[in-house]
């Protein structure tokens, strides 16, 4: 939550304030009102890639890949013993069991930051749909001044993007359009990744119920290993 907080700070205050592009006026540089949506658009897309692949690295492969295997491994390691029951005779059984919650633990924070990302995301479209579904194609849009102007802090260059020129409806709709699909890729990816997370605990749960030590979504309780 802390990590996402200052950039959608950010971003909606531009759109709270419409803060739109840098222009040139009669009387120098000035920030004007056109070109907001694509500003927070393209402030949100940023944040996005960035929380993407935090979720890829941390949220799918660390905590859902990682816990299925070191759950696998540790009930491979139980039946190995000849475990019938579940009983934590070894301190190593412990450590496993507390390694296997603070996964759980951290999972629980990157899903609060899934549902902040997709809530910013639904507010963000109420916000600049109307202009996206009501300017047309070849329709210019903005026009951004793109030189520097110290006195303007607030201006073109927080946004972290090389600026074109001339913007028209045809980019602001790709725009919009890339940041949805961002947003249907990071769900199915936290979907893919609660599903192999839940596996993984159910697959511990229902192991401890197994004379084997063993358990398999298809097959249920495996045979003892010989």
């Given at each position: 939550g802390f990590a996402l907080a200052y950039p959608?700070?950010?971003?909606?205050?531009i759109q709270e304030f419409k803060r739109g592009f840098r222009v040139m006026t009669p009387k120098g540089p000035d920030i004007m009102q056109g070109g907001w949506e694509m500003r927070c658009l393209m402030a949100f897309?940023?944040?996005?890639?960035n929380v993407g692949t935090r979720f890829f690295?941390?949220?799918?492969?660390?905590?859902?890949?990682?816990?299925?295997l070191q759950i696998t491994l540790f009930n491979m390691s139980r039946a190995a013993r000849m475990e019938a029951?579940?009983?934590?005779?070894?301190?190593?059984?412990?450590?496993?069991?507390?390694?296997?919650?603070?996964?759980l633990v951290t999972t629980l924070s990157e899903i609060v930051d899934a549902l902040i990302l997709a809530r910013a995301f639904w507010k963000l479209r109420t916000a600049v749909i109307?202009?996206?579904?009501?300017?047309?194609?070849?329709?210019?849009y903005a026009c951004p001044y793109l030189g520097k102007d110290k006195a303007?802090?607030?201006?073109?260059?927080c946004d972290h993007?090389?600026?074109?020129?001339?913007y028209t409806g045809r980019d602001l709709k790709d725009l919009y359009q890339e940041v949805k699909n961002g947003m249907v890729r990071i769900f199915l990816m936290v979907t893919l990744s609660m599903w192999l997370i839940g596996y993984a605990v159910m697959k511990f749960l229902f192991s401890v119920g197994c004379?084997?030590?063993?358990?398999?979504?298809?097959?249920?309780?495996?045979?003892?290993?010989?």
């Amino acid at each position: 939550g802390f990590a996402l907080a200052y950039p959608l700070k950010m971003i909606f205050e531009i759109q709270e304030f419409k803060r739109g592009f840098r222009v040139m006026t009669p009387k120098g540089p000035d920030i004007m009102q056109g070109g907001w949506e694509m500003r927070c658009l393209m402030a949100f897309r940023a944040l996005q890639r960035n929380v993407g692949t935090r979720f890829f690295f941390v949220l799918f492969l660390k905590q859902a890949v990682q816990m299925n295997l070191q759950i696998t491994l540790f009930n491979m390691s139980r039946a190995a013993r000849m475990e019938a029951e579940f009983e934590m005779q070894r301190n190593e059984d412990g450590v496993e069991i507390l390694s296997i919650l603070g996964l759980l633990v951290t999972t629980l924070s990157e899903i609060v930051d899934a549902l902040i990302l997709a809530r910013a995301f639904w507010k963000l479209r109420t916000a600049v749909i109307p202009m996206v579904t009501r300017i047309e194609e070849a329709e210019s849009y903005a026009c951004p001044y793109l030189g520097k102007d110290k006195a303007l802090p607030d201006g073109n260059d927080c946004d972290h993007v090389k600026l074109k020129a001339k913007y028209t409806g045809r980019d602001l709709k790709d725009l919009y359009q890339e940041v949805k699909n961002g947003m249907v890729r990071i769900f199915l990816m936290v979907t893919l990744s609660m599903w192999l997370i839940g596996y993984a605990v159910m697959k511990f749960l229902f192991s401890v119920g197994c004379g084997s030590g063993l358990w398999q979504l298809s097959r249920g309780c495996l045979e003892r290993m010989p």
